[in-house]
């Protein structure tokens, strides 16, 4: 029993005096990083769900802060983002000969400018889309709200890990 408490008070000293270990389970590195900004989006889309802009950058402070240390920040910030959603449509995917479209999909885009003042080299302005499928009966309005919750989830960790990505 003393000899087992002695390796673990010896072990743990070892460890202690090797200096300071940081695991991250994400796969994300923020660097020196220290601020980001999120600029509000602007839904250019030719289809407006007037409520979508808000969401979306709200979406994305959110990833922000559960994700990384870093603080939201108004202006002159280590990393910003700032987009447009440049896409939103619901198209049939199964054409049924007897009901019509057996499955719609709602797919949105969004265009993203990422900029890192710490390491531009990590810089990009690009799209990104994700759709989900739901029963082509359904009403868009009576399934929208989950449907774009399910998306601008995929959306963000694309959005994030474009950003922050070690692999």
Do not use: H
């Not at 460890?15 to 300071?20: D, F, I, Q």
């Amino acid at each position: 029993m003393k000899r087992s408490v002695f390796m673990l008070v010896l072990g743990a000293i070892v460890l202690y005096s090797c200096g300071t270990v940081t695991f991250n389970m994400s796969g994300a590195s923020i660097g020196n990083a220290r601020t980001c900004q999120v600029v509000t989006f602007e839904n250019r889309a030719d289809i407006v769900n007037p409520r979508l802009a808000a969401q979306m950058t709200d979406a994305l402070k959110d990833k922000i802060q559960s994700s990384s240390s870093l603080r939201l920040v108004n202006s002159s910030a280590d990393v910003s983002f700032e987009g447009e959603i440049t896409g939103y449509n619901v198209q049939p995917q199964q054409v049924t000969a007897t009901s019509g479209a057996a499955r719609d999909r709602l797919t949105i885009t969004v265009k993203v400018k990422f900029t890192n003042e710490l390491d531009p080299d990590k810089n990009y302005d690009r799209s990104f889309s994700r759709f989900q499928e739901f029963t082509g009966g359904a009403s868009l309005s009576a399934v929208e709200g989950q449907l774009v919750e399910d998306i601008l989830l995929e959306l963000m960790e694309d959005i994030y890990n474009e950003a922050f990505s070690a692999w």
